[in-house]
T-cell receptor, first 119, second 108 residues
Framework: GAVVSQHPSRVICKSGTSVKIECRSL??????MFWYRQFPKQSLMLMAT?????????EQGVEKDKFLINHASLTLSTLTVTSAHPEDSSFYIC???????????????FGPGTRLTVL | DAKTTQPPSMDCAEGRAANLPCNHS???????VYWYRQIHSQGPQYIIH???NNETNEMASLIITEDRKSSTLILPHATLRDTAVYYC?????????FGAGTRLTVKP
């Protein structure tokens, strides 16, 4: 149980185009999903927190108009990289938070990641 | 804003125990210590977490010092497939913030 999927796993696009990445919780409902970005040989950087039915909360320095996040249902969040440029090439990873009663902190499960290459 | 310090890299012989240290001297009383690992080009994998007591599961053991300012992740019998970057995370809210981690290389 507690599987998170991402689609696509890899995408190559031309500069100036937009790319949508989907994050799905397959067997549980996730009220909150998180989006991370990871450059080569670096750690994961939290980009934004996405709550179902409300606007995402972006980390400082992350452009909300460039990285559009939609969390339309309890099992799906999407990240759209608009007008992508080569510097946006990165590994994008989502995580979904499983809400369980009686625990201090809710567990997070990570997706397998999406590698974006912008030419 | 990671609140942890880990050595950048470590080596371990296959079949031996791998002991990965983590310093978190500013940890607050209600913050948990989480460990994840990331194998190249994959999403992070949960390993274990704890508050103040030592914890053990099928993957690893977590030893937290009495003052909670540091912890050690123990992989009892490391295999080549345990080669990965290991992240120690102090979690005080729902979001997870990753530090640089320790790159563990298990050698035959």
């Amino acid at each position: 149980g507690a599987v998170v999927s991402q689609h696509p796993s890899r995408v190559i696009c031309k500069s100036g185009t937009s790319v949508k990445i989907e994050c799905r919780s397959l067997d549980f409902q996730a009220t909150t999903m998180f989006w991370y970005r990871q450059f080569p040989k670096q750690s994961l950087m939290l980009m934004a927190t996405s709550n179902e039915g409300s606007k995402a909360t972006y980390e400082q320095g992350v452009e909300k108009d460039k990285f559009l996040i939609n969390h339309a249902s309890l099992t799906l969040s999407t990240l759209t990289v608009t007008s992508a440029h080569p510097e946006d090439s990165s590994f994008y990873i989502c995580s979904a938070m499983y809400v369980s009663g009686g625990r201090s902190y809710n567990e997070q499960f990570f997706g397998p990641g999406t590698r974006l290459t912008v030419l | 804003d990671a609140k942890t310090t880990q050595p950048p890299s470590m080596d371990c012989a296959e079949g031996r125990a791998a002991n990965l240290p983590c310093n978190h001297s500013t940890i607050s009383g209600n913050e948990y210590v989480y460990w994840y690992r990331q194998i190249h080009s994959q999403g992070p994998q949960y390993i274990i977490h704890g508050l103040k007591n030592n914890e053990t599961n099928e993957m690893a053991s977590l030893i937290i010092t009495e003052d909670r300012k540091s912890s050690t992740l123990i992989l009892p019998h490391a295999t080549l497939r345990d080669t990965a970057v290991y992240y120690c995370i102090v979690r005080g809210t729902d979001d997870m913030r990753f530090g640089a981690g320790t790159r563990l290389t298990v050698k035959p």
